[in-house]
């Protein structure tokens, strides 16, 4: 038997298939204008006749109208997050267009969160913008960013953190100088936004840019706690509606 959860997110779309045990398969798609059609598109590309529950969560999540239930992405993001590390006892997520915090209990249950979905100020969103400035793929901002210092970048607005690359690329400032200085002051102002929950014990970074090291070693020296990720980190959100599906399925608790 298996379950299927799916994270119809601002950015892309993530879906996981679970077997009670581990993460089978799992597959993302670009969330696009019609964010109906690429939940809809990931559920038939992972769909299959031993899916007995299928759980949808995020912004689209009841776009889905196969989904057996629709589970708010806070409760899947820390599940997932806790199946994937069960040490952790936080969570901070930078997502395409937010980005939000989230405190565990010893259990595992979420206790309090925060989120952030009014500015696209340190997002992944934000990221990808300033990468497009410089010229540079962000899949390889790890490469990149490699040996070079960071330059002080003072807007965290989009447009005007835009206008003031575009003033230090015409003065000669070398592109990873400043491409450092994005993720330094991303994740400054991430963890200033954490910090607010009083976060202790280990923390579980999910999202897309939680793949890079560099975003998750910057964000562990301003956090100043242990920062931990994994391969599946950006599936958080679909793996633990994949869990959560499985348990009510099965009437335990993973």
């Known amino acids: 038997m298996l379950t299927l959860g799916i994270d119809s997110g601002s950015t892309t779309t993530k879906g996981a298939l679970f077997d009670g045990e581990k993460i089978v398969r799992t597959a993302i798609l670009p969330t696009s204008a019609n964010p109906k059609d690429s939940i809809t ?3 038939d590309i992972l769909y299959n006749q031993d899916v007995a529950y299928t759980v949808s969560t995020g912004y689209g999540r009841a776009l889905l109208d196969q989904a057996d239930k629709q589970i708010t992405e806070i409760t899947c993001h ?9 040490s952790i006892r936080a969570i901070v997520d930078i997502g395409g267009q937010d980005c939000k915090a989230i405190l565990l209990d010893n259990g595992l249950n979420v206790v309090d969160f925060i989120m952030n979905d009014k500015c696209a100020a340190g997002t992944g969103r934000f990221i990808e913008v300033m990468m497009r400035i410089l010229e540079e793929d ?17 807007s965290m607005c989009t447009v ?5 690359i575009v003033s230090l690329l ?9 491409a450092l200085g994005i993720i330094n002051s991303i994740c400054r102002r991430t963890s200033f936004f954490a910090q607010k929950l009083n976060l202790s014990g280990d923390i579980f970074f999910s999202g897309g840019l939680a793949k890079f090291e560099i975003f998750r070693s910057t964000l562990e020296g301003y956090l100043k706690i242990p920062v931990h990720t994994s391969p599946l980190s950006q599936y958080a959100g679909a793996i633990g509606a994949a869990v959560i599906g499985y348990n009510k399925v099965n009437r335990t608790q993973i």
Not at 78 to 86: K, S, T
Not at 138 to 154: A, L, R
Not at 160 to 164: D, G, H, L, T
Not at 170 to 178: E, L, M, P, T, V
């Open 41 to 43: 598109k990931l559920y």
């Open 78 to 86: 820390a599940r997932g997050a806790a199946f994937l590390n069960p």
């Open 160 to 164: 005007f953190a835009e206008s003031e």
């Open 170 to 178: 015409a003065k000669g400032a070398d592109k990873g100088d400043i």
């Open 138 to 154: 962000i899949s390889n901002i790890d490469q990149f960013v490699e040996g070079h210092q960071p330059m002080n970048i003072t």
